[in-house]
C-alpha cells in the first residue's frame, strides 16, 4: 500500500494543490492521496485562517471528482498546534508497518522543510515528494548537509504542470471582486461565493 498525504491551509484549496496530488499519484503509482487540511499551522498563527469547517468543506469538493483522493478531518480533531510528525504517527499506527507512505509537498515548502519540528525523525520516517512549483528549484545539495546521504532516498522530486496559483493570490482576487474561475474547481467558486468567504 503507498499512500500520498497532501497537507496544507487550503485556504482555499485550488488547481495547483490538485495537480501537484495527481502528478505525484500517478508518478508514484500510489493507491490514494489523503488530503489532510492543518488546523493551526504552526507557521501562520499571526495570520487569520478561514474557520476549519469551511476549509474542510471545500476540500471535499475539490476532491470528490477523483476516486483515489479522500480527505481527512484529523487535524481538527487534535489539540495543540498541528505538527506534521504527530499526524504521520498517528497514520503509521491506521495503515500499517508495511504501508508506505509519501508526503507531497511544493518546491518552496520543501526548501524549509530543516526547519520543521523534528525534521530528521520525520525524514527518516516517511517519504517526501517535492513538486516544482514555477520559479522554485529544489536546493538538493542544501537538504543532504542537513539530512545526511541516507535521508536522500527519502526525498524525490516530481515536475507537475505549471500552475503558478496561490491561496493568497486567490483571496485578494476574492477581495477586489475580481474573478477566481479556471484557478479552484467549480464547486469551490460557487462554494466562496455562497459563503461569502475572504471579503
Ligand atoms: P498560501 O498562499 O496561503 O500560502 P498556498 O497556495 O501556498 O497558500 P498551502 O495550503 O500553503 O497553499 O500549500 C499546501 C502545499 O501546496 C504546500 O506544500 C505548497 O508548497 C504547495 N503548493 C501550493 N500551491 C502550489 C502550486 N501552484 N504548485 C505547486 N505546489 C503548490
Ligand atoms: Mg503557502
Given amino acids: 500500500m503507498k499512500v500520498g498525504i497532501m ?20 508518478i508514484f503509482a500510489l493507491d490514494e492521496v489523503l488530503f489532510i487540511p492543518s488546523a493551526r499551522p504552526p507557521h501562520k498563527v499571526e495570520r487569520f485562517v478561514t474557520p476549519e469547517v469551511h476549509r474542510l468543506m ?3 469538493l475539490a476532491t470528490q471528482s477523483n476516486e483515489k483522493f479522500t480527505v481527512s478531518p ?14 504521520m504517527n498517528a497514520l503509521r499506527e491506521k495503515f500499517g508497518a508495511a504501508a508506505e507512505l509519501f508526503f507531497i509537498i511544493g518546491a518552496d515548502s520543501m526548501a524549509d522543510l530543516s526547519k520543521w519540528y523534528k525534521a530528521r525523525e520525520l525524514v527518516s520516517k516517511v517519504h517526501f ?3 516544482k512549483r514555477p520559479g522554485v528549484e ?12 541516507a535521508a ?3 526525498i524525490h522530486q516530481v515536475e507537475t504542470p505549471g500552475l503558478e496559483i496561490s491561496s ?13 474561475k479556471y484557478l479552484v474547481p467549480e464547486v469551490v467558486e460557487e ?6 468567504l475572504y471579503k
Fill in 7 to 26: 497537507g496544507g491551509t487550503f485556504d482555499p484549496i485550488h488547481l495547483g494543490h490538485l495537480a501537484m496530488a495527481e502528478s505525484a499519484r500517478e
Fill in 58 to 60: 471545500m476540500t471535499y
Fill in 129 to 131: 515528494i517535492a513538486t
Fill in 138 to 149: 529544489v536546493d538538493l545539495p542544501a537538504l543532504e548537509e542537513f539530512f545526511g546521504e
Fill in 168 to 180: 493568497t493570490d486567490i483571496r485578494e482576487r476574492v477581495r477586489a471582486g475580481r474573478s477566481i
Fill in 191 to 196: 462554494y466562496i461565493a455562497r459563503e461569502r
Fill in 152 to 154: 536522500m532516498a527519502h
Fill in 74 to 87: 484529523m487535524e481538527f480533531l487534535r489539540e495543540g498546534l498541528s505538527y506534521t510528525l504527530d499526524t
